[in-house]
């Protein structure tokens, strides 16, 4: 059936997909002050996730899209009260399309301070017993995406793919008209 053919070549792509979206993760990446973070696996957490609710001290983060209007208290520094999404993105680590960051615990301070930076503002805080600061991942950090036929480039966390080479819609076109007419 020509059907199932276009099926089983879009299951094919779709691995495939998979494959090139496991590569390394550029995003905004650089080996400053955060060598120690180079963790092979990461937590998927939502927008609202507070820094509170992490049980490691330490660990990369995968944000999904759309975090810019969390709740954040400091800057550089956050209150662990904070949405860590809400930082990465006040931070410029992750963009509106989401994104991986390292995560650190770290202790309380006496102020925080708040700023307006990426089209967030964060809030000021008076002495809160714990924070936590949010890197860049390790550069050699591998984000794998879940990715199907439908997918597209909006739905990838910017800096997540190095290189990925797209069928023209025209080559798509082709193949597909190919496959159904070919089993005729």
């Known amino acids: 059936m020509a059907g199932v053919q276009y099926l089983q070549d879009c299951s094919l792509r779709a691995k495939m997909l998979l494959i090139l979206l496991a590569l390394l993760s550029l995003a905004k990446s650089d080996d400053s002050d955060h060598s120690e973070c180079k963790d092979k696996d990461s937590i998927n957490v939502s927008c609202s996730t507070p820094g509170s609710h992490m049980i490691a001290s ?38 509106e ?34 924070s936590f600061v949010v890197t860049p991942p390790h550069k050699d950090f591998i984000l794998t ?4 036929c439908i997918t597209t480039v909006n739905e990838i966390p910017e800096g997540t793919v190095k290189y990925v080479r797209q069928p023209s819609v025209k080559n798509t076109q082709m193949l597909i008209f190919k496959t159904f007419f070919a089993s005729y």
């Open 58 to 95: 330490q660990t990369i983060v995968v944000c999904p899209s759309d975090c810019s209007k969390e709740e954040v208290h400091g800057s550089d520094i956050y209150t662990d009260k904070s949405s860590i999404c809400g930082a990465a993105f006040h931070s410029g680590i992750i963009t």
């Open 145 to 148: 995406v879940e990715a199907d």
């Open 97 to 130: 399309r989401g994104g991986a960051a390292c995560f650190k615990k770290t202790s309380g301070i006496h102020e925080y301070h708040g700023t307006t930076r990426n089209q967030i503002s964060s809030l000021g805080h008076g002495p809160w017993y714990a």
